[in-house]
T-cell receptor
Framework: DQQVKQNSPSLSVQEGRISILNCDYT??????FLWYKKYPAEGPTFLIS?????DKNEDGRFTVFLNKSAKHLSLHIVPSQPGDSAVYFC???????????FGSGTRLSIRP | DARVTQTPRHKVTEMGQEVTMRCQPI?????VFWYRQTMMQGLELLAY????????DSGMPKDRFSAEMPDATLATLKIQPSEPRDSAVYFC??????????FGQGTRLTVV
């Protein structure tokens, strides 16, 4: 039973354009949502998070939007750069237990 | 530069052998996670600890996997006996309570 779902295994975007990565969740007990970026042969690195009481968080080129009624969040990267090519994982934290659950990841490729 | 350290980085072993993976969390972090990355499942949570106490190990096959924290600077994940289906990359991560967790570089396990 996947509680955090990333339905797009891959995404290709032209350099300079916007990349939008999507994530759906099923559990209302999550209090934080996080995005991680992973390069091959490295561990995931934390990118940005959002509290469940907010609907938007921005950090430079990265913005995360949360739609609680739809149980959906998205990561926007503007403008996309070649170094953004990586696998992006969506994750969610249980409010009571600090347990962090990950989705299956989306491979983002930025083409010239 | 504080980081999570995992050893070994690579391990090839024969089916039936015991495997021990080690993790040194970031000093001062009180929450430690073990994840496994597979192609199909993304990042699966195997177990996690807070203040060295196991909180949840429901993601682990109980008959062959065990996770411990002998002290605050060491977490171990053991597989006995190992099977080919255990081949994956195993990640350790640590955190302090703010939502994000910081990952090590992983141990790539191959069971032949």
């Amino acid at each position: 039973d996947q509680q955090v779902k990333q339905n797009s295994p891959s995404l290709s975007v032209q350099e300079g354009r916007i990349s939008i990565l999507n994530c759906d969740y099923t559990n209302s007990m999550f209090d934080y949502f996080l995005w991680y970026k992973k390069y091959p042969a490295e561990g995931p690195t934390f990118l940005i998070s959002i509290s469940s009481i907010k609907d938007k968080n921005e950090d430079g080129r990265f913005t995360v939007f949360l739609n609680k009624s739809a149980k959906h969040l998205s990561l926007h990267i503007v403008p996309s750069q070649p170094g953004d090519s990586a696998v992006y994982f969506c994750a969610a934290r249980y409010s009571s237990a600090s347990k962090i659950i990950f989705g299956s990841g989306t491979r983002l490729s930025i083409r010239p | 530069d504080a980081r999570v350290t995992q050893t070994p980085r690579h391990k090839v072993t024969e089916m039936g052998q015991e495997v021990t993976m080690r993790c040194q969390p970031i000093l001062g972090h009180n929450t430690v996670f073990w994840y496994r990355q597979t192609m199909m499942q993304g990042l699966e949570l195997l177990a996690y600890f807070r203040n060295r106490a196991p909180l949840d190990d429901s993601g682990m096959p109980k008959d062959r996997f065990s996770a411990e924290m002998p002290d605050a600077t060491l977490a171990t994940l053991k597989i006995q006996p190992s099977e080919p289906r255990d081949s994956a990359v195993y990640f350790c991560a640590s955190g302090t309570g703010p939502p994000e967790a910081f990952f090590g570089q992983g141990t790539r396990l191959t069971v032949v």
